[in-house]
Structure formats: C-alpha cells, structure tokens
C-alpha cells in the first residue's frame, strides 16, 4: 500500500522537480502561481528535506513553517496532513509546544477521517514531541501514542519509516 502512495507521490512532484528553482524566482512564470496545489505539494517536499538534513537551516525551516501554516487541516500529499508536518518543522525549532499543537490537531482530524497510516506516523511524531516537552502526563501521554502506533502498524502491516529520527 505504502508503494502506491510513493508512486502517486512522485507522480505528482516529478515534472515540478526540474522547476523547483521557478517558485521563488523574482517574475517566475505564471504556472507557478496559478496551480496552488503543486506549489504547496512542493513546499511540503521542500520542507521535508530541510527537516531531513543533519544540521538542517533554521532559516529554511522557519520559512517552511510560516508558509505552510496556511494549509493547516490539509492533506496536500498522500499520507502526509499538514499539520504533523508543520508539528516536525516546529519540532525541528525547537518550539516543542507549537509541535504538540499541531500534533493534536492532525491526530484529531486523522481519527475523525479514519486516516489510519497518517494517524500512526502521526502518534509516533507527537509522542516524541511530548517526550522532549517532559510535562505533567507527558510519558504516560506518549506510552499511549506509541502503543496506537504499533497497534495500528500491526494492523496494517505497515513497515517501519525510513530515515526514521528515533
């Protein structure tokens, strides 16, 4: 299932890829303003790399997050809401307390629209968000996020993510 998703994935981004450099280009051309969705789906690539880096630019990330805010509620990309992204860019800031906030707000839409493999990465993220954060009921909170996560990855036989941070 997951394989399906990468494949919609990149067959979204892939004839963007090459004109990545047009977005934030002074006068770039019209296309990039006038598909709203590509442009976000490519933001949302960029901000995953930025996150992904070893020594990631805080710059570009808190870019990342001031633009995406926008999408908040969304899913722009298969299995991937908007809001456990912008929870990882805040996260990746070290603003803990905003992480969880998105956190929350992508876990409460995923059980409502029963997004189970976007729920479960999206437990796993916020049960690191609360750990970092350390406060009251904030173990106990992530134990029990963790255990939804596995609970549903067993469920649906997903496989662990790559370049997994924990």
Known sequence: MRD?????????TAPLAERVADFDRPGAEPWTSSVPLARATMK???????????DPNVDAVEDHLEN??????????????TDRLLGRLAQTLGR?????????????????ASY??????????????LI??????????????LEEAKRIAS????????????
Request: proline letters at 3%; aromatic letters at 8%.
């Open 116 to 129: 189970r493999p976007e729920l479960a990465w999206t437990c796993y993220d916020f049960a690191g968000a």
């Open 96 to 112: 803990t307390r905003e992480a969880v906030r998105h956190y929350e707000a992508a876990a409460i839409f995923c059980r409502t």
């Open 155 to 166: 469920e649906l036989r997903m496989r662990p993510r790559h370049g997994s941070r924990r």
């Open 4 to 12: 399906i998703f990468v494949a919609i994935a990149i067959a979204q």
């Open 68 to 81: 995406l805010v926008a999408y908040r509620g969304l899913i722009l990309a298969p299995c991937l809401m």
């Open 44 to 54: 949302m690539a960029q901000a995953l790399a930025a996150i992904q880096k070893r």
């Open 132 to 145: 970092e954060r350390d406060g009251k009921g904030d173990r106990v909170e992530a134990v029990s996020l």
